[in-house]
């Protein structure tokens, strides 16, 4: 029998989770009791930092939805038709999107009252399986694309067994659904360089960033969309490579970075979307100064998010409190496509190598 | 001597164009008199529709840019510099973005105050040359994406002579400076549906609608960007393959579809963007009540801009005008996703297949 693949064994996960929901109602039923469900809750109070996981996770308190409340029956009914949902969508290896799921529940006649509700739904059901609705095939709209040596193989229907070179197409590959559920069968890369923006990831692809470096290029779109955060961490731990994050020097860009390493606060529920050891890689505060870059002075919004990084505990180590100082001094702020000033290679002929020689030392 | 392809053609032609530019300044100089430069004028009162070619195109009026005038000896400047600039970019074989021009005119001590005075000399060259910004590789960051059995062939450095069919990851493929550029070899496509949302191009793509009904499928990503308009022409144009497009029922969906068919005023000073026998498939204000779409009110904004398409010479024709009466009558507004109500594959089982029919009749 052929071993079981990475994106495989996470969705027979997800089924068997969804298989002891299910039988907790039945159960329930059977001995003539309410049926009910009890997820960890997610107020601002059950959220905490947990130091050795690195990221935000919730605490042991938990609330209760129960068929016997008047005032929960709809939100319970709601959840379990969700997990009647998604179970279809998986075992039919359909995809689908939030939009989506609010449309097809009026098929159902479930009713959410607009997307806001059935999306509260879906995180509830993240909570209650402890998994990323990517894993029950609920994907975002938005599409960001990795490029480099590394050879794949589908999972997806009509594609099994399949593979694709991702130096095939210059443009980058798109990551959707079946790029995420995709196996890694070989990779001649040392290291993973996600890049904020989509002109720059095109000019490292054009000055040959993959060979040059024996990089796998990420371009995350701005803040990169979960599955995009998941298949860093893929990378990362499954083949052991190094992950460094270019952004813009600004409060926005070093929170990319911050969010790729750290997780956010919105999925404290979940695991397995971090990526501990990457590093951000720049555009540093520091180093406006040190390259003389365009730049452009920090906005009083700016300056506020600043602040309220500086409280954060995921920015409590030495690098990211000095980076921070920096733009509160300075109040400047850069871009990365303004390396261009000293013509459009220099970030990768000079820019990069000097700083992937700093962060691999940190 | 191989053929020269579509993609080699039009660089070959902006190159003649920018070096008869370049010989104008230079005879100028020869004769000791103040180089300078006419622009078609983009002013309003120039800007008009043409019914033969389906767009909106300037007029017979020009503007000067002399470097005799002192107040215009800057923009002159400018414009001067950006030629020779992106006459570097094509002879390098380097594409660049809009941020990246606006920085890299820092190297050459050419001043930008910000990015929108250099958009603003990028249209200008646009408007001198009558190319768009993409024939001189500068492109947009924002990306859209193509699925279908097309196999085209890459121009772009190190990749030239590779090939890749265009069904190959199913995820959908980059419409980038490299697909952009890349000739068509092979199709056994026999049309090309463009889709505003990306949600519901996946779906396609998983119900198999290449297949079906041998199709070439778009994501547009919204309004698209100008090279997957051009894209789109090229598919209609050099493979003579009708082109159907869906978009919300909505102003703003059927101002996508009208962009594609009819072009921009903004882009008057350009051609080769438009595909005028493009169609507009659904999801039409008719469709909202004739499938019992789910659906919500229009707003005040969405009522505004219908009353502003009314007014447009664009939307001069049966169809565009019946549509815009009944989104006015019924105030009603629906999404593609708004199909799921009847089952995720509805729109692709049911809805595609008669609209197909009767657009194909129109």
């Not at 009252?113 to 993240?126: A, F, G, P, R």
């Not at 794949?152 to 443009?171: F, Q």
């Not at 813009?248 to 956010?264: E, L, Q, Y």
């Amino acid at each position: 029998m052929k071993k079981m693949g990475v994106a495989e064994e996470r969705k027979a996960e997800v089924l068997r989770k969804l298989k002891e929901l299910g039988e907790s109602i039945y159960y329930a039923l059977q001995n003539r009791k309410f049926p009910e469900i009890y997820l960890p809750s997610r107020s601002v109070k059950n959220i905490m930092y947990d130091q050795e996981l690195r990221q935000y996770v919730l605490g042991p308190a938990k609330v209760r939805r129960s068929s016997h409340n008047i005032k929960q029956i709809r939100t319970f009914t709601q959840l379990i038709w969700l997990a009647f949902f998604v179970k279809r969508l998986i075992k039919e290896r359909k995809t689908s999107t939030l939009r989506d799921i609010f449309y097809s529940a009026q098929a159902f006649n479930i009713d959410f009252k607009d997307q806001d509700e059935s999306d509260k739904i879906i995180t509830d059901l993240e909570s209650a399986l402890m998994k990323a609705r990517e894993d029950f095939n609920v994907f975002p709209e938005e599409r960001s694309a990795i490029f480099g040596e590394l050879i794949i193989e589908y999972t997806v229907p009509g594609y099994e067994g399949k593979r694709l070179d991702l130096t095939s197409h210059p443009d980058g590959v798109m990551i959707g659904p079946a790029l995420t559920t995709a196996e890694f069968i070989d990779t001649s890369a040392e290291m993973v360089i996600a890049i904020e923006k989509g002109g720059l990831f095109t000019r490292f692809i054009e000055e040959k960033v993959h060979k040059r470096f024996k990089a796998i290029l990420v371009n995350t779109a701005g803040q990169p969309p979960r599955s995009t955060r998941y298949l860093l961490r893929r990378l990362n731990q499954e083949l052991g490579l190094p992950v460094y994050i270019f952004t813009d020097a600004d409060p926005w860009g070093m929170h990319i970075a911050m969010v790729i390493i750290s997780g956010s606060a919105n999925a404290a529920h979940l695991r397995d979307l971090t990526t501990p050891d990457a590093k951000w890689a720049g555009v540093w505060a520091s180093d406006i100064n040190k390259y003389r870059l365009p730049h452009d002075k920090l906005t009083d919004i700016d300056i506020k998010r600043l602040h309220e990084l500086k409280m954060d505990p995921r920015y409590n180590s030495k690098l990211w409190r000095d980076e921070i100082e920096i733009f509160l001094r300075h109040k400047k702020k850069a871009e990365q496509e303004a390396f261009a000033r000293y013509g459009l290679t220099y970030i990768v002929d000079k820019y990069l190598p000097e700083k992937l020689e700093i962060v691999k030392s940190l």
